[in-house]
């Protein structure tokens, strides 16, 4: 049959049926896409839904081990405070020593002259006898000699009592030094063992402290999760500053720095690794100096102040704030061991800490800043 000689109602049929035909082969083609479509998307989310449960993790075990390594910070700077003490101890004790022994090398000197000077007095004594002296009290042809002669015998035996007296008072000296030589020379022992005991269980906390820095490290963070993770650490530093700051009280002679601009003295000696405004991460920049130095080294503080923080700090490890009054405060991080308690006042050149690696650090060094009003400002312009 040919298509022109069909009616126009039959063929307008025809097209309809041509028609459906196209859709549902079009529709057909549509739920297919639709399908993988929505299959992409289940995918997708999955991935998402995976990736965020893996971050999760990551983020538990990150703060585990942040947490682990504030044990280890604390149980190391612990230790390290009482080997400073111990060490302290030693050195005092030793020279206690040398002062016995200074002492009682005196004392035995004094006792050997005295011995001679007795053993003079005894021998001219004897020599002279005792009968001579009576005699002479009975001689009464020469009256001037005999009152001459008792005074002297009276003059000499009041000097033997004399150095017989100051004889047994060395005597009593020397004794009295011998045993609290003995006694500081055991006390020597006793803390040179508690020294080697203190120096072991250090060096244990410091290989502890290393793995669990090692495992930290090896949880790779993307750039903008350091700068969150910085981000974060320091708001949580600045609220502090200024929790501290509202709570400081005003201390009499505290004055603040504003008057001893290229005056003080750095903390510690050590070489400036990163300066202040120097960037960090990302638009994040150095709010102060970061001091390199070898563990143990004593850090001290800037000028006279109150202790006002004296803590573990996440992210920057043991950490010493010091007010100055006016406003001005004194930061230092990343410590071994802390030397001084909140509310301890120190004067300027003071020890209130040792250098360390704390919170995280992966080199030895002090985290250094001055602070007025809760603004940080450039170190350098108050250190010379």
Not at 4 to 21: D, E, M, V
Not at 144 to 171: D, G, P
Not at 229 to 249: G, I, N, P, T, Y
């Amino acid at each position: 049959m040919k298509l022109s000689r069909l009616t126009p109602g039959y063929a307008f049929f025809i097209g309809l049926i041509l028609l459906f035909c196209s859709l549902h082969v079009v529709a057909q083609a549509d739920a297919k896409n639709n399908e993988k479509t929505n299959q992409q998307l289940t995918d997708i989310q999955q991935a998402i839904n995976q990736q965020k449960l893996n971050l999760s993790s990551t983020n538990v075990k990150i703060s585990d081990l942040e947490q682990q390594l504030k044990a280890d910070d604390l149980a190391i700077g612990k230790i390290a405070k009482n080997l400073a003490n111990t060490t302290n101890d030693l050195v005092t004790t030793r020279e206690k020593l040398a002062q016995l022994s200074s002492e009682k090398k005196q004392l035995e000197l004094a006792k050997k002259q005295q011995e001679h000077i007795l053993a003079k007095q005894l021998r001219a004594a004897y020599s002279t006898g005792h009968h001579d002296y009576i005699k002479l009290i009975l001689n009464q042809e020469k009256p001037s000699s005999v009152q001459r002669t008792i005074t002297h015998y009276q003059y000499l035996n009041a000097a033997r009592i004399k150095e017989i007296e100051a004889f047994k008072t060395t005597i009593t000296q020397l004794n009295d030094v011998t045993k609290q030589y003995q006694q500081q020379a055991e006390q020597l022992t006793q803390l040179t063992q508690t020294q080697n005991q203190q120096k072991q269980i250090l060096e244990l906390s410091k290989t502890k402290q290393k793995q669990t820095l090692i495992a930290l490290n090896k949880k790779a963070l993307t750039g903008q999760q350091k700068l969150a993770k910085l981000e974060r650490e320091e708001s949580a530093l600045v609220a502090l500053l200024k929790r501290m700051a509202a709570a400081a009280k005003e201390v009499e002679n505290l004055v603040g720095l504003s008057k001893l601009k290229r005056k003080l003295s750095w903390p510690v000696k050590g070489r400036i690794n990163h300066s202040f405004g120097s960037s960090k991460q990302g638009y994040l920049k150095w709010k102060g100096v970061f001091l390199s130095a070898p563990i143990g080294r004593e850090v001290k503080t800037i000028h006279n102040g109150t202790i006002l923080f004296s803590d573990w700090l996440k992210g920057y490890g043991l950490v010493t704030v010091v007010d100055h009054g006016d406003g001005y405060m004194s930061l230092y991080g990343h410590n071994q061991a802390l030397l001084k308690s909140v509310g301890d006042r120190v004067e300027a050149g003071e020890p209130i800490a040792l250098v360390g690696q704390s919170g995280g650090q992966a080199n030895s060094g002090l985290y250094f800043e001055i602070r007025h009003t809760g603004i940080a400002v450039n170190p350098k312009l108050w250190c010379k």
